[in-house]
């Protein structure tokens, strides 16, 4: 299927985003007067669009990478760094994009789709977007991330403006051989042709595509012969052309009866929700084969019944050339009708914007790995990881605030339960990630439980008490108290009793004991 389905990989890097700055405002009689540097700016997104004037891929072959602007960096006196500007590459309506492992990313199907394949890095916050009252004049800024960087494929399966139908070796291939600069097979064997070819055509200012493919039989809408796997190609064609051979010997068959077979074929096929059935899109006829002198005179015969029926008929001759050129035009201008409409439609119809699925940025994942010198802990997560991408690493204050954000993420409870120990080697990210020995930080639950290295304070919790020893105690507790009760009450009635605080005892107290169980 070398000629039909286009495919290419193109290589994309998304502008990167600038650097955040820090600076501080000097006035003159303030030499500090509070932090003043500027934002980074946003890399530009590499967005595809599906446009109706496409028909091809063959721009990206020669051009397949793509790269778009890098944003600018943040400047002093709050100036913020320019965005990226974004790339539109506009491919064909059809176009399946997939990543680099097979998997279909968007099938960009119908025209005005808007598809970010390559997301823009974000630009890093200058020190006067992260001074917080905490933090009055922050010596750091955040680091641009890089913008995404990768391959897709892009697929056409289907470019033709016209499909040409007809019986095997009624000269589809022969016709896309003469009015195109495309050489496909031909032979008067039936089935010659067994992928789909395409021809461009142009003809004045116009320019399109004619899909030469395996000839249709009697029953194809059943899956006799080849036909039905081609007409899955041409179900995007905005003419079907029919070759009626005028030529052909086979007994049963003459142009009238060809065409009604093939339009019954046609009919049978389900195209996909959205899209025009076969038969209503528009139909032209030509009667090839009119160099054979018996062919032009059937082909005569038969002109006013078709054209009777309504259709534009063009008596033509593959061999000979006769007739191409007003055929050419007609195709030419039918092609441009439905292209004018097709672009109204588009203008009518909001673009859709589609951004690559939205992962859940504030997850991440945990996981222990064995290593020769004891456990990795490594954390994987769309926010810790670009945390660590925008972090200073030169800069002790930007590391600092590095460990705060992945603290107030809940990333050193999660460290901590997964088993991870002051000085334990900690990765975030995959292969390449970033290595450390963790620290802690105090305000951690983590530090709160942390014992001494070497030592994990969940395996020494012989001195908290189980359930029953704490029932135990409160019970010894209540028989001490109501021995100490019962003493006084016979220290009283033998009036013996004074009491230092001057409350008096009496049935109240065992309010008091039932408050102290609650706690319990
Ligand atoms: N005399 C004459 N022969 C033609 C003409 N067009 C095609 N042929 C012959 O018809 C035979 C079949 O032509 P193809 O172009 O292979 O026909 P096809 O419709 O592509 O056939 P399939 O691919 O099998 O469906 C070949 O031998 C061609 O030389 C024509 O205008 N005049
Ligand atoms: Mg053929």
Known sequence: MATFVDQVTLHLKAGNGGNGCVSVKREKFKPLAGPDGGNGGHGGDIVLVSDSNVTTLLGFHRNPHKSSENGGPGMGDHRAGTNGELMELAVPVGTVVHDDEGTVLIDMNIAGLKYVVAEGGIGGLGNAALSSTKRKAPGFALLGTPGWQGDVQLELKVVAD?????????GKSSLVA????????????????????????????????????????????EGKGLGLEFLRHVERCSALLHVLDCATLEPGRDPLTDLEVIQGELAAYPVPAGQLPLLERPQLIVLN???????????????????GRGYRVFEISAVSREGLRELSFALAEVVEADRAAKAQEELERPRIVIRPKAVNESKFEVTVEGGTYGNVYRIRGVKPERWVVQTDFNNEE????????????????RLFKAGAQAGSTVVIGGAGGIVFDWEPTLTSTAELMTAARGTDPRLHQ??????????????????????????????RAAGLWTDDEGFEIGSGTDEAVVREGDGE
């Open 162 to 170: 016209v499909a040409l139908v007809g019986y095997p070796s009624a």
């Open 398 to 413: 930007a590391v600092g605030y590095l460990a705060d954000r992945l603290n107030k993420l809940g990333v050193e409870d």
């Open 462 to 491: 012989s001195s908290r008490q189980t359930r029953n020893e704490r029932r135990e105690d409160y019970f010894a507790r209540m028989d001490a108290k109501a021995e100490a009760r019962a003493e006084l009450m016979r220290e």
């Open 178 to 221: 003469a009015i195109s600069a495309a050489k496909p097979k031909i032979a008067d064997y039936p089935f010659t042709t067994l992928h789909p070819n395409l021809g461009v055509v142009e003809s004045g200012e116009t320019r399109f595509t004619v899909a030469d493919v395996p000839g249709l039989i009697e029953g194809a809408s």
């Open 289 to 307: 084969k009119i160099d054979v002198p018996e062919a032009r005179d059937l082909a005569d015969f038969v002109r006013a019944d078709l054209e």
